[in-house]
């Protein structure tokens, strides 16, 4: 993978083999962005590291940029852009496009409809159960920090009330199953990893600890060697962008 500022200053120190070559696509995004995560993790997990990864200060609003709007309408992160000039927005997307194009042994066979069926539903859980309001925490509580704003706390309140719910209900599930689609690790437990992240930046990681069967199934996607390798270099960069403030 190579890695480059929007500014060209900040360069990784393992470049491609041969510099020369094209990578395979750029990636947009941002080092504190959850739905970029979701797509280095899911590149991480089958081992891709053909790639161009550039970082947009969205504190800058760099990703608000014309010249990124024509890649994201929205002006968002993370995009993908391939050579040829094929481009993708929205991170579920991008993750389930580039699992099929590399062969990434993250979803189910497409000849098992049940265990479509069961990977979309899970997806679905994931999106407007967990994902919803724990972006609206994570915009409160991390978000407005940075942007030196109080935290709205009812908003607070009630997305935590809404999270208490859902993983009641997950813990039943995870009380049956490995993973959120069944006995196999997917795309879906990769979309959850950067979140709950999160959920223990802000200081809510209670809400998993306290829930024995959702810990375990927490402990046993972070564990992986791939997941573990991504949470520590971007460990290690926080570390090291902290130093230097």
Known sequence: MN?????????????LLHTA??????????????????????????????????????????????????????????????????TLYESRAICKYLATKYSIPLLPPSSDAEATASFDEAQSVETLYFAEPVAKIAFEKFVK????????????????????????AAENLLQKRSYMAGESFTLVDIYYIPL??????????????????VNAWY?????RPAIQKVLAADKEAAAAAGGKK
């Not at 997990?45 to 990703?63: P, R, S």
């Open 196 to 213: 709950m992240q999160r959920l223990f930046a802000v200081g809510s990681g209670e809400l998993i600890t306290s829930h024995k069967a």
């Open 145 to 168: 920090k940075f942007k030196g704003l109080p935290p709205d706390e009812k908003v607070v309140a009630d997305s935590l009330q809404a999270l208490e719910t859902y993983f009641d």
């Open 219 to 223: 402990d046993r996607c972070v564990s």
């Open 21 to 86: 070559k094209m990578p395979a696509f750029v990636l947009h995004g941002s080092p504190t962005s959850t739905n970029t995560a979701r797509v280095r993790l899911t590149l991480a997990e089958g081992n891709f590291t053909d790639y161009e990864l550039v970082l947009l200060n969205l504190h800058k609003g760099e990703q608000k940029s014309e010249e990124h709007k024509k890649r994201h309408p929205w002006g968002k992160v993370p995009t993908v852009t391939f050579p040829d000039g094929f």
């Open 3 to 15: 890695l480059r500022s929007t500014n060209h200053l900040r360069f990784a120190s393992r470049q």
